[in-house]
């Protein structure tokens, strides 16, 4: 499924030239419109790296799981941390689970 961006939340990165989802998406798919609120210009090229969704320094950007595994209205949403990732993971009747993880050592 492809990222899908709140319009308000997302700051268009504060109008830079390239936003910083744009800057990481490996397959160049995600865009500023003319409002400055940022898209995913090809949905069916996109792979679900969700590379974008964990860089968004406002968390506007979401992945909502496939429909074969969670129907529409489920969702995995990363927060991250100096070292750390968290997901949080809602399921389709709405129950939230949390997982954190270190992504970092040092
Ligand atoms: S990284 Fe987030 S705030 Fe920046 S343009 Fe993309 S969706 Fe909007
Ligand atoms: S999930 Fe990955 S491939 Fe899809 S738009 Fe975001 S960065 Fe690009």
Known sequence: MPPRVDREKCDGCKAEEEPLCAQIC?????VLGENKKAYCRAARDCWDCMSCTKVCPVGAI???????LGYHVAKLIPMMGTNTITWTCIDINGKVERFRYKN???
């Open 26 to 30: 490996p397959g160049d798919l995600m």
């Open 62 to 68: 979401e992945t909502r799981a496939p429909y074969q």
């Open 104 to 106: 970092r050592t040092t």
